[in-house]
């Protein structure tokens, strides 16, 4: 068993949620404490970076460099390493500007130094070379992520700073457009949307919330996860490799969570956005 979560169905029956790496998982309950119990087969639950032995050649605009300052929703990534994530949101502390995204994209899993080059895109849109001529600001602060068993992480994230010449906002003309400033709580059954380097605009609903999971990352390391937001698409995928660090709002643009991982059965996983902009002491510059 990869996680946990509170569920409801649609006839409002709630439901405790089990996800499975397989299907031959035998021994879970029917009941828990008198509310039913299903079981999702979703396979293992990834960190989502784009990296070489995880997605193809990337080739879609959103994936290439654009013109300063660049929109969010589109490539990112810590110099220090071949791979591309998503810059979520553009955030604030009074004057100071910030882009957000995953500690995995842009603090490498706790192994980069604050002062790093952030770029935009990130390394694996640039075939792997260094990006010297790409970089949009520097890596400022992250919140670490403990491997050790028996830890509960709560958020996958970091910020970079910028400046409003570097970064805008809003998310290029395909998208919702600019987020607003003030947040909300993930709700069972709320109509979600995100922008994001591989998937571009996609639509999904909250199936589960108070999510704990197990998520792999770069060499097989496991991190647990949790509180949280569980989201899935009608049909198709909401999210894919690369999509890391993408900003989930509803369907006012009102921020509900900050997308890190994702299963083999399109089931997509985001930290509450409360609990990001709190750990890093930033707030959402939108509308």
Do not use: W
Request: glycine share 12%; with cysteine; proline share 5%.
């Amino acid at each position: 068993m990869v996680g946990t979560a509170v569920a409801v169905e649609q006839n409002g029956q709630a439901r405790v949620r089990l996800f499975t790496r397989s299907p031959d998982v035998r021994g879970l309950p029917a009941m828990l404490d008198g509310v039913p119990v299903s079981t999702v087969v979703t396979g293992a639950i990834r960190a989502f970076p784009a990296a070489p032995s995880l997605v193809a050649a990337a080739t879609l605009s959103r994936r290439s460099k654009f013109a300063r300052p660049v929109p969010i929703g589109i490539s990112t990534g810590n110099q220090g390493e071949c791979l591309a994530g998503t810059i979520g949101a553009r955030v604030k502390v009074g004057s100071k500007l910030y882009a957000l995204s995953n500690n995995h994209v842009y603090a490498l899993e706790n192994r980069a130094a604050i002062g790093t080059n952030v770029l935009q895109p990130g390394r694996f849109d640039l075939n792997c070379a260094t990006g010297t001529a790409d970089v949009i600001g520097k890596l400022s602060k992250f919140v670490r992520i403990s491997f050790a068993a028996g830890t509960k992480n709560r958020v996958d994230a970091a910020i970079a700073s910028v400046t409003s010449s570097n970064l805008r906002r809003n998310t290029p003309s395909d998208g919702y457009g600019t987020p607003t400033a003030k947040i909300v709580t993930a709700a069972l059954n709320q109509k979600v949307q995100k922008y994001g380097r591989t998937t571009g605009l996609t639509s999904g609903t909250v199936v589960g919330i108070n999510a704990t999971i197990n998520v792999e990352y770069s060499n097989s390391k496991i991190a647990r996860f949790v509180g949280q937001i569980v989201i899935q698409k009608p049909t198709g995928k909401f999210s894919k490799a690369g999509d890391s660090g993408s900003l989930i709002v509803d369907t006012n643009r009102h921020p509900v969570g900050l997308l890190f991982a994702g299963a083999d059965d399109g089931t997509t996983f985001a930290n509450p956005i409360g609990a990001v902009l709190n750990a890093l002491g930033v707030s959402i510059d939108g509308t």
